[in-house]
């Protein structure tokens, strides 16, 4: 082989070494800021369940600006006495210690000090007249780190209740895929 071709090889090598041991140490922090995050959601569940007010306050952002969003019309809480007023009527909702949550599936990533994490969980609870209920409960959140770790900016929560609820999939029409070539149907009327 000639020098200048060894040479360029060596660097070659040399950089991609370098390049994989640098993004095994960015994919350790990642997956170390990943488990940060969910972490979070787990100690909020876990306030939650205890109805602590000030634990669930203390994983938000020391922020005027942080919200806490429901599934409708309404459910928008924006800064800290709006979101602890909000927290003080759930808390009316089901009795402390009863409160349970699985979440099989969950996605979370970060950028620098901004991380997100989307969570679909299933929960159980108990109502204050002894009703044991049982729902899927979808959460998505914005976090910011802050000195004390991540905190939440955004939380939001999504359940489908009683008339909202999507038709069993028996009760659905199933449309048949097109074939091959053929345009797919139109799923949504025109508009003119």
């Known amino acids: 082989m000639k020098r200048p071709n060894a040479l360029l090889l060596t ?10 041991s640098a993004l095994a140490a960015e994919s350790k922090d990642s997956d170390k800021s990943r488990e940060e995050v969910k972490a979070v959601l787990n100690q909020h569940d876990e306030a ?3 109805q602590d007010l000030k634990a669930l306050m203390m994983l938000y952002a020391d922020s005027p600006g942080i919200v806490l969003m429901g599934t409708g019309p309404g459910e928008f809480w924006k800064g800290k006495a709006a979101v602890e ?4 009527q759930f808390f009316q909702d089901f009795k402390p210690g009863t409160f349970k949550h699985e979440c099989p599936e969950t996605s979370a990533g970060h950028d620098g000090n901004v991380a997100w994490m989307i969570a679909s969980c299933n929960m159980q609870d108990v109502t204050p007249d002894g009703e044991t209920r049982e729902y899927g409960l979808n959460v998505s959140s914005v976090l910011k780190k802050e000195k004390d770790g991540w905190k939440f900016q955004i939380l939001h929560f999504s359940n489908l209740t009683g008339g909202d609820m999507p038709p ?10 097109p074939e091959d070539g053929e345009p797919a149907s139109e799923t949504a009327p025109k508009t003119q």
């Not at 660097?11 to 994989?20: D, E, I, P, W, Y």
């Open 48 to 50: 939650m369940n205890k």
């Open 168 to 177: 069993p999939e028996e009760e659905m029409e199933e449309t048949p895929a």
């Open 11 to 20: 660097a070659t090598l040399g950089c991609a070494l370098l390049s994989a």
């Open 85 to 88: 007023e909000a927290y003080k």
